[in-house]
């Protein structure tokens, strides 16, 4: 579960019925096993929760695997600095890896003109310190009322805009959904996994991972949790002791 090498197979599996391709080209011709396709489409979005460092590993092995995806940054977050020097590189690397960066946010409810300028001020201070435009944003956590509203920002890219995302409340699910939407959220796939899609029956999908539920090993909930907070420690127990000469060695 949650190994590298289930993530090849997956996407080993989407790359036989659909095309994988950026937000951007989603309404183009496309090519599915050497054939010209169009409304067709597996779009995928990673968003950065808790290790940048796991985010970047994903991004080496998706470009092996030749396909570009988008990973999302969550400026306001208290488990690592979007804007630390160490992080900033990483997400130069991501880049240069051929995938795009986004914003991931999540804004208190507000008005649809107020969260627009919410979003693009968040946007404005990564292009300030990552010195590319970042041109795409995802809400984290979204709220239904965000969902429903599918905010459109000239110019940017809302990954759940209408185009990649089809909103319905518990109650209203319709029995066709014009795009599937998938996602590893809390160590589950409880929208279905991809190994289980029909298809037949779909036409466009938005595949949404959480990079640092990902590893060479594959661990359940709990052993990656587990994992991760080892790999944090060791990283802060470093930084401190870089950081402070009088930082106590038999702590390393």
Same mark, same amino acid.
């Given at each position: 579960?949650? %190994?590298?090498?289930? *993530? ?20 183009? #011709? ?10 067709? #489409? ?14 970047? /590993? ?16 969550? $400026? ?7 804007? %630390?020097? /160490? ?41 300030? *310190? *990552?010195?590319? =435009? ?12 965000? $969902? ?18 089809? *909103? ?8 066709? $959904? ?16 991809? #190994? %289980? ?18 590893? =060479? ?9 587990? %994992? ?18 009088? #930082?106590?060695?038999? $702590?390393?």
């Amino acid at each position: 579960m949650f %190994s590298y090498s289930e *993530y090849r197979n997956i996407i080993k599996l989407i790359q036989q019925h659909l095309p994988i391709v950026d937000f951007t080209q989603a309404n183009e #011709f496309n090519l599915c096993n050497g054939i010209r396709v169009v409304g067709k #489409f597996c779009v995928i979005r990673h968003d950065i929760e808790f290790s940048i460092d796991r985010a970047l /590993k994903l991004a080496e092995l998706e470009n092996e695997l030749g396909i570009s995806t988008t990973y999302t940054v969550q $400026l306001r977050n208290n488990t690592y600095n979007a804007l %630390s020097e /160490k992080n900033i590189d990483a997400v130069h690397r991501i880049k240069e890896l051929g995938h795009c960066i986004a914003l991931h946010q999540n804004p208190p409810l507000m008005s649809e003109k107020a969260l627009k300028k919410y979003v693009l001020k968040d946007i404005e201070t990564l292009e300030h *310190y *990552y010195g590319f =435009e970042v041109d795409r944003y995802a809400f984290h956590r979204p709220k239904q009322e965000q $969902l429903a509203m599918y905010l459109d920002i000239p110019g940017k890219i809302n990954c759940y805009g209408e185009q990649f995302f089809q *909103y319905f409340t518990p109650d209203s699910k319709p029995d066709n $959904l014009y795009v599937t939407y998938l996602a590893d959220s809390n160590h589950q796939w409880k929208y279905g996994h991809p #190994f %289980s899609i029909d298809f037949e029956n779909t036409l466009k999908l938005q595949l949404n991972t959480h990079p640092f539920s990902w590893s =060479e090993s594959g661990y359940e909930n709990y052993g990656n949790f587990l %994992s991760v907070i080892q790999e944090r420690k060791k990283e802060m127990l470093v930084d401190m002791s870089t950081e402070n000469k009088a #930082f106590p060695k038999e $702590l390393l």
